[in-house]
């Protein structure tokens, strides 16, 4: 289970997750890009050099992504406090953010085939103002196993912050927000003024 003010890491098995689809795509790609070597050589040695070549680069890139697989697995942090989420992950570029639980519209909960096969959930996050075009998610929380609780006790949080319009001091109840308490002030005296000149009028 989660805690406030503990770092915590994706599920152990998002490792094996991990490994079996960066694996998976390397073998499709390495099929799509070398496969014709041995569609060529038919009646031919299926040991030529062109195919020795294909398989050893198939070999290393699988070694080198098994390797990347564990250094990325270890690289993903997170962390979460009463006001904030952050995390940070990464290899050869190491990537870092923070999103207050007032920016978050929406906490979605993703789960493929192989993830149900895992027990493990990703958790995409929707905030507001987001840059992105196609409406993707600011931060996605990669293999989530106990997905729900850690969804309802974010948005316990969200719930519990004030809106990003009054975060930021946007205009709230048609007051301007640039007022401040000595405008506001001189106007109630002003609109005092104008109404006891009514009065005495009356």
């Known amino acids: 289970m989660v805690s406030l003010e503990e770092e915590f890491h994706p599920s152990l098995q ?3 997750y991990l490994a079996i689809t960066t694996v ?5 790609i390495w099929l799509c890009c070398a496969g014709w070597i ?3 050589e038919e009646g031919g040695s299926p040991f030529s050099l062109f195919s020795l070549l294909a398989v050893a680069l198939l070999v290393v890139a699988i070694a080198i992504s098994l390797a990347w697989v564990v250094l990325y697995d270890q690289s993903i942090v997170y962390h979460l406090n009463k006001t904030e989420m952050t ?3 990464g290899v050869w ?3 870092t953010g923070i999103v207050p639980y007032n920016r978050i519209t929406n906490v979605d909960i993703v789960q493929g085939p192989l993830m149900r096969l895992f027990h493990i959930s990703n958790l995409k996050i929707q905030t507001a103002g987001s840059s992105s075009p196609d409406g993707k998610s600011e931060i996605s929380l990669v293999g ?13 949080f969200v719930r519990g912050q004030p809106s990003v319009a ?6 709230t109840a048609g007051t301007p927000s640039n007022y401040t308490n000595s405008d506001m002030a001189a106007l109630l005296e002003e609109v005092s003024t104008i109404r006891k000149i009514l009065e005495l009028k009356g």
């Open 14 to 16: 998002y490792r094996p």
């Open 24 to 28: 998976g795509s390397i073998i499709f």
């Open 38 to 40: 041995f569609l060529i």
């Open 87 to 89: 995390w940070k992950r």
């Open 93 to 95: 570029f190491r990537t």
């Open 144 to 156: 989530i196993e106990e997905s729900e609780p850690l969804r309802a006790l974010i948005m316990n």
């Open 166 to 171: 009054a975060a930021t001091g946007a205009e």
